[in-house]
């Protein structure tokens, strides 16, 4: 198993009680673990998967609280930044009657968009496989510019770069800011996971096959699409394929998306190469990524119900038997 390293927000979620139409109407929250790639770094240690993570924290109780999180799902937290004068961030978050989540966060002045990169994290990235990132350290320009030099730095030390835009249009000036500064860096990575909505709104409603034709020409190697009880697509090796959702009683959606992300490095990781793997066994690591997805979204909090190797894989088989 080669080392992944995740990038980016840090954050700590809370999580209205119940189910409302608003966060207007919410009274009651929950604190929990989250972060996009907090969130998939704690899966892939679920995962007993070798991860470490990036990013800057704030030196209070939640900073605690998110180190003490991670570490115990199994994160090198070596490497996270502890700032003295600048606040952890947090997400409020609030769930429709049909688990659909409403965010309202604060960006600006956060500390996850203070992380600077030492010698120690350039030594990490020379050593690891695997980097994995998402598009919420691209919005204020300091971390903008420590972010593509962290890319550079990983992109010549040969890893395997991961893209999950993990898109939160309320942290972004408008649309078509989210949309250009995911798109300016989408010559970086050979994997990239898009929600259906963040697909359509970089790419439009262009043909499927066209675009990720066009993003195999730029260097992608696996492209997947994630679109909820839908299932999954993927594209690999110049062939589309589908993966279904598993049913369950879903309790909470936050954080789906990420231990899916999860659940294919996992896999993937298990390899020097993308290319020696071969389409049916991507099938097979979509399934699972499936599964770990599905039995996220059991429990409330994004991190809560993610499972180990072995959960995932008796859950799988239960559902092939079925």
Not at 203 to 220: I, M, N, T
Request: some cysteine.
């Amino acid at each position: 198993m080669h080392k992944i390293i995740g990038f980016g927000e840090i954050i700590v979620d809370f999580i209205a009680k119940g189910t409302s139409n608003s966060l207007t109407d919410s009274v009651v929250f929950e604190k929990f673990c989250g972060g996009a790639p907090a969130n998939t770094a704690s899966a892939l240690g679920r995962l007993n998967a070798d991860v470490a993570i990036l990013g800057s924290i704030g030196s209070d109780f939640f900073g605690a609280f998110l180190k003490k999180s991670l570490a115990k799902s199994g994160v090198d937290i070596t490497h996270i930044q502890t700032l003295n004068n600048k606040p952890t961030a947090v997400v409020f978050a609030s769930l429709s009657p049909q688990k659909i989540p409403q965010f309202h966060s604060f960006g600006t002045g956060m500390a996850y968009n203070y992380f600077v990169a030492n010698k120690k994290v350039f030594e990490l990235i020379a050593q690891s496989k695997f980097f994995h990132f998402t598009s919420i350290p691209l919005i204020e320009a300091k971390s903008r510019k420590e972010t593509l030099k962290i890319l550079t730095a990983a992109q010549k030390a040969g890893a395997i770069i991961s893209f999950d835009p993990n898109i939160r249009l309320h942290l972004f000036k408008s649309k078509g800011e989210a949309k250009k500064l995911a798109q300016e860096v989408l010559h970086f990575p050979q994997i990239m996971k898009f929600g259906k909505d963040e697909f359509q709104l970089l790419f439009g409603h262009r043909p499927l096959e066209k675009v990720c034709e066009k993003l195999e020409k730029q260097g992608a190697k696996l492209i997947l699409i994630t679109d909820g009880k839908k299932g999954s697509q993927f594209y690999f090796k110049g062939h589309f394929k589908k993966a279904p959702a598993y049913s369950v009683i879903v309790k909470d959606s936050i954080g789906a998306g990420d231990a899916f992300m999860a659940g294919i490095l996992n896999k993937v990781a298990s390899f020097t190469e993308i290319n020696e793997i071969s389409i049916e066994q991507m099938i097979e690591f979509v399934r699972f990524a499936n599964a770990v997805a599905a039995i996220s979204t059991t429990k409330r909090g994004a991190t809560t119900a993610q499972p180990s190797e072995k959960q995932a894989t008796r859950f799988l088989l239960s559902r092939q038997k079925n």
